[in-house]
């Protein structure tokens, strides 16, 4: 199984690890390792994590306000958002047109 990005979740997850790195040095690079690792264990296990509206599951991130928001497209994981827990929850749903 392989995964990929929408690109507005690709730019949100380069502000978030840029807003961490400029808060502490090197909280950035923890930041992704944690999405990293929250996406390897979608992949390992997709239909596990909790289904936010139709097909789209939420898996949290560890140590962040964070959530993974994606959808199993033909065998593949596609990333719809990278999340703040505290954004609008709404803001997404446009992606999947």
Known sequence: ???????????EFYSAIDYYE???LGLGYDF????????QS??????????MVGDVRRRLVNRF???????????????LAIM????DPDFWKDRRD
């Open 42 to 51: 979608i992949l390992r296990a997709p239909t596990v994590w909790p289904i």
């Open 65 to 79: 306000p964070y959530g993974i928001l994606y959808a199993v497209e033909n065998d593949d994981v596609f990333v």
């Open 84 to 87: 703040h827990l505290r954004r």
């Open 32 to 39: 992704s390792l944690e999405v990293y690792d929250g996406i």
């Open 22 to 24: 400029s808060c502490e």
């Open 1 to 11: 199984m392989k995964f990929s990005f929408h690109p507005e979740a690709v730019a």
